[in-house]
């Protein structure tokens, strides 16, 4: 186990409307990041946090945003759902660049369906 | 433009013979990190190894191996006498500073 935890493990949700995913990061991780994984793909980055501020997106649109707290557990958003939005969401943990550069610990995911 | 490419979707061999995953990344950064991931059945990405850009020193870990070659921007990884256990997606990675790109991954069926 990686230590890096997700709720809920599964979620069904109606197009149109809001979900909130949750993810606590691995004990002394300040750095976390979202990706998306569609079935039979690669996970895709979606941002990622560094002290409770983003540093990084993927091509994603500004429906879908993100927070993190002080002690660097992290929250997904997704407004005005889409049918497309059905997926794994996957959250990782890390240390930031210059500390063993970006070994990534992944939770064991939320999966999303919306109908 | 970043890019992983993992070409081979699905690889099945027999178990003890050796099998290579193939990846190829594209990126205009010098300073980069390049991944290999596992993701069995269960669903949880499980890290195997982490590269920095510097260093093309291969590197062995028991039965898995990888194969760094920045002259054909290639990240191949190699399990020997491979077990069903090794059943699983495996997924390359590139990541620079604050963002990271996965290839759509490899199917690897070991069968007994």
């Known amino acids: 186990e990686t230590g890096v935890t997700q709720s809920p493990t599964h979620l069904i949700k109606t197009r149109g409307q809001q979900v909130t995913l949750r993810c606590s990061s691995q004990s002394g991780h300040n750095t976390v990041s979202w990706y998306q994984q569609a079935l039979g793909q690669g996970p895709q980055f979606i941002f990622q946090y560094y002290r409770e501020e983003e540093n990084g997106r993927g091509n994603f649109p500004p429906r879908f945003s993100g927070l993190q707290f002080p002690n660097y557990s992290s929250e997904l958003n997704v407004n005005a759902l889409e049918l497309d939005d059905s997926a794994l969401y996957l959250c990782?943990?890390?240390?930031?660049?210059?500390?063993?550069?970006?070994?990534?610990?992944f939770g064991p995911g939320t999966r999303l369906t919306v109908t | 433009a970043q890019k992983v490419t993992q070409a081979q979707t699905e690889i099945s061999v027999v178990e003890k013979e050796d099998v290579t995953l193939d990846c190829v990344y594209e990126?205009?950064?010098?300073?980069?990190?390049l991944f290999w991931y596992k993701q069995p059945p269960s669903g949880e990405l499980v890290f195997l190894i982490r590269?920095?850009?510097?260093?093309?020193q291969n590197e062995i870990s028991g039965r898995y191996s990888w194969n760094f070659q920045k002259s054909t921007s290639s990240f191949n990884f190699t399990i020997t006498a491979s077990q069903v256990v090794d059943s699983a997606v495996y997924f390359c990675a590139l990541g620079n500073f604050n963002k990271f790109y996965f290839g759509s991954g490899t199917k690897l069926n070991v069968k007994p």
């Open positions: 990126t205009r950064d010098t300073t980069y990190y």
């Open positions: 990782a943990s890390s240390l930031p660049l210059g500390q063993r550069g970006y070994e990534q610990y």
């Open positions: 590269r920095n850009s510097f260093d093309e």
